[in-house]
């Protein structure tokens, strides 16, 4: 019983307990574990107690009804709480209602007197509403029983009670009290004074005064609820500046700190009593203050309405704090003003835009770089020491495998190469399109296995970009420390390296694009140059009267080309068996030399190489593999870049090579090579006519007698099919490129020789012309050449030609100058086995019949030519005639009209020859 005094531990109460269930079985079981209580129990129907009792205790409402009016006390003790069902318990008669069964028996007990309070006995009823009544305070005093005893007018309408309602139950009464029941309980069991505030259900507070008495309790009641109403509301401001994240202040006139909130607090370091009282230049520079007090001047003469700084906060350790102030004029009861403002830390803010100033330079430094691997080193700098981004990896697509590739990474490991269908970085550089990724510090040679995750399960900072179509940029970062918005710096850090990337790809795209032309209009220049060169040539060419002139004239006007240092003819010399130089000019050096001393180490010069195989040899670049060659090294050391080398052969008979040296690499391009193969061609068909025309005007000649067994030959080949002698009586060269020969074939069967040459596959035509006794004259077109025009192509001539199955002699007459030695080797590559029986120097006769074919040949055009020499092997001018004009017509494959013009012609340029003065 704790502050509670029993008056008789034997005396006991008597209760009558009314209700039934679970609940009043409770509340019986509760009551009889308390030696003070003795309980008598009936149901709902007979509410009467057997004997006297001093409390009656129900644990249901609808018994309350039921209980004797006027005895004992009634307590009501429900397991649930109802508004409802409390005033239907009070409107029944309930004394008090209670919720639980807590100190039930302590509150049966002082409701029946069996205790009492340790109480000032001196205290009257009269006392407490005498001084009540003298503060116009609403008072009143209980009894045990909740009844009112005395009460004060103030209280009656305080609560809009009556003013008769001495006797009556104050919870019954006046509703709103009921309140404070659970209060008044505490006071009158505890026997403490209590003070406490509560809320009436008309919406007012009320602050409520409990004083215990010998016999019941003392209450007064006092409106508080406009000054709660202020209290909470300077209590809801006082959080509000508490709880944001801005600092505030408020300022005297004099700028002596008179108030901060929490936030000023934990932006400095200081404590408030140190702040408190002191001059704002603890915080700020003077300069700030005269600022600021500036504008507060013009605050108060309405020209500005607040004013705005950014400023530097000196903190409790020392640093300084950048913040923004936005503060105004404040003016206080006593006529003074001061300054009252909001401070902002900027410092993320500042931070912020030094990131950007910083990216923005980063940005300058991305377009000036010149490669794409650059950019990505740039990117990987900007997004390590400026977005602090932890592992970072800056991949390029490479067209040439079709993956991405790193160029720059940072972070644990080394990243691999990013193919089709390598996880999520592939996946967002095929579509372009940025994705979140979970990387769980995983280290970089893992990053092919990365799997995206939604933007809500990603702390934001690990993220793969597309760079365009130039690669991605990968990015992890815990997020800790990091700047302000760096997901969004990121992106803007990948969209100008796309922008760089994208100007690198112009401009290397650019940069081809005038090389190119650049190349191209040096190759078009040097094209034309050369160009002009070679009709040079040509015209020298054809001035030239000897093999020597045209060698010499070629490599002097091929050194004045461009890039071109030297140029040289050699011809292989079969008895040294090396090659020899016939002409050069340029910057030779001493390279002949070493190419003569050293013939073993220079067997892969290009000149060795084109007289082996007969074929243009081109070396690029003379610097490469200069090790394994010394003509390399030679030819480096003489400042020769690149070589090419041409054969001079003309209907596969070689005069030697032509080898022209560079001073740049890659002199020789496409074009240049075949200017040069039909620079080589011409000059070997200029060799050849110079030596033809040498032949015609020397009075001595070479006779050769050779013998040929070689199947290649077709006359040989026609002997063995007829098995018959076969002599040539003359050719004539179509201008179609075949040949006609006309042949005397004897020791025959002349009915069959027609037949058996059409039945070789070298002949494509044959044609009996005259039958003769014991033998036939036959014209013969071939399909193959035939010895006597390789023999034409040379400058020689067939004076005799016979052939029998088993062999073919030939009498052959050449210029005196001609290097007979080679001739034979000729020969012999094409008919193997060829033997020369003899060789003999002749004089030609005084008779100029050399020169008067020649000048005749000269004055006949091809057509004229061809078509007189025909006749004349045809018998055409024999009489009788062997063979009409219309049937040699058919031979030359023209009509016979044409052919007849043009032997007409060229009978009237041979009479003219003869017969003119």
Known sequence: MTAESATSQSAAVEVHLLGDGPHA?????????????????????????????????????????????????????LST??????????????????????????????????????TDDSVTTTDVTDVAAGFNDAACVLDRQWRVVEATAAFCEFFGADPTLDGENLWATCPNTRTTADRCWRAVLTGDDAEFEVTFRDGRRVAVNAVPLRDGLALRYRDVSERTETERALDRYKRILETIDDGIYILDENFQIAAVNEAVLEMTGYDRETLVGEHATMLADESVIIEASAIIQRILTG???????????????????????????????????????????????????????????????????????????????????ILELESVVVFLYDESVGELRP?????????????????????????CESVHLRTDEQTLDRWDRLEAVDSDASNGESVAIPLGEHGVLATSSSGENAPRNQSTLTHLLAANAEAALDRVTRSIELKRRRGELARRNEELMNLNRFNELLREVNRVLVEA???????????????????????????????????????????????????????????????????????????????????????????LDRGFASVASVPLTYNEFSYGTLTIYATEPNAFDKQMRLMFEELGVTTANAINGAEAKESLHTESFVELDVHITSQNE????????????????????????????????????????????????????????????????????????????????????????????????????????????????????????????????RERSIETQQSFR????????????????????????AWPRERTASEIATSLDIA??????????????????????
Do not use: M
């Open 303 to 385: 020209e500005l309405s607040d004013g705005r700084l950014d400023v530097e906060l000196e903190t409790a350790d020392g640093s300084r704090l950048p913040v923004e102030t936005r503060f105004s004029a404040l003016r206080f009861n006593d006529g003074t003003h001061g300054t009252v403002g909001v401070i902002r830390d900027i410092s993320d803010r500042r931070q912020y835009e030094q990131t950007l100033t910083a990216l923005n330079s980063s940005a300058h430094e991305l377009f000036n770089s010149q490669t794409k691997p650059a950019v990505g080193e740039r990117v990987l700098n900007t997004a390590t020491q």
């Open 81 to 118: 709480a109802d508004n409802d069902v409390i005033s239907r318990a009070y409107s029944a008669g309930a004394t008090s209602v209670l919720f639980s069964t807590e100190a039930l028996s302590d509150r049966l007990a002082w409701v029946t007197g069996l205790s009492r309070a340790s």
């Open 545 to 635: 009267d000897s093999r020597e002139e045209i060698e010499r004239a070629v490599c002097e006007r091929l050194v004045e080309g461009p890039a071109i240092a030297f140029a040289w003819v050699g011809a292989y010399d079969r008895v040294d068996e090396a090659i020899g130089s016939r002409a050069w000019a340029g910057a030779e050096r001493g390279y002949l030399d070493c190419l003569s001393e050293s013939p073993a180490e220079f067997r892969t010069e290009p000149s060795v190489v084109t007289t082996r195989t007969h074929e243009t040899t081109v070396v690029d670049n003379v610097g490469q593999e200069i090790q394994a060659h010394q003509w390399r090294r030679d030819a």
């Open 407 to 431: 160029v720059a990474w940072e972070g644990t490991g080394s990243p691999p190469s990013i193919g089709p269908g390598d996880g999520v970085l592939w996946t967002c550089f095929v579509e």
């Open 25 to 77: 079985a409770d509340v019986r079981e509760d009551l009889r574990c308390d030696d003070r209580i003795s309980v008598q129990s009936s149901d709902e129907e007979s509410a009467s107690p057997v004997t006297e009792v001093d409390c009656i205790v129900c644990t249901s409402v609808d018994v309350v009804s039921a209980t004797p009016d006027g005895q004992a006390p009634v307590v009501v003790v």
């Open 714 to 841: 077709p006359l040989l080949r026609i002997a063995q099919a007829l098995d018959a002698t076969v002599q040539l009586e003359g050719s004539v060269q179509q201008t179609s490129g075949s040949a006609l020969l006309y042949l005397t074939v004897s020791e025959s069967d002349t009915t069959r020789n027609a037949e058996i040459l059409s039945s070789l596959t070298v002949i494509e035509q044959v044609r009996e012309i005259a039958a003769r006794e014991n033998e036939t004259v036959v014209e013969v077109q071939l399909a193959a050449e035939a010895l006597p025009s390789r023999l034409a192509d040379f400058g020689a001539v067939a004076r005799t030609l016979t052939a029998r199955p088993d062999a073919l002699t030939v009498v052959i007459e050449l210029p005196s100058g001609s290097e007979i030695r080679k001739f034979v080797e000729y020969l012999r590559e094409w008919y193997p086995g060829t033997e020369l029986n003899a060789k003999r120097t």
């Open 896 to 917: 016979q009209p044409t052919f007849s013009r043009h032997l007409r012609v060229a009978e009237q340029k041979l009479f003219d020859n003869l017969l003119a003065d």
């Open 854 to 877: 020649a000048r005749l040949r000269k004055s006949l055009t091809d057509r004229q030519f061809e078509a007189l020499r025909t006749a004349y092997f045809s018998g055409y001018f």
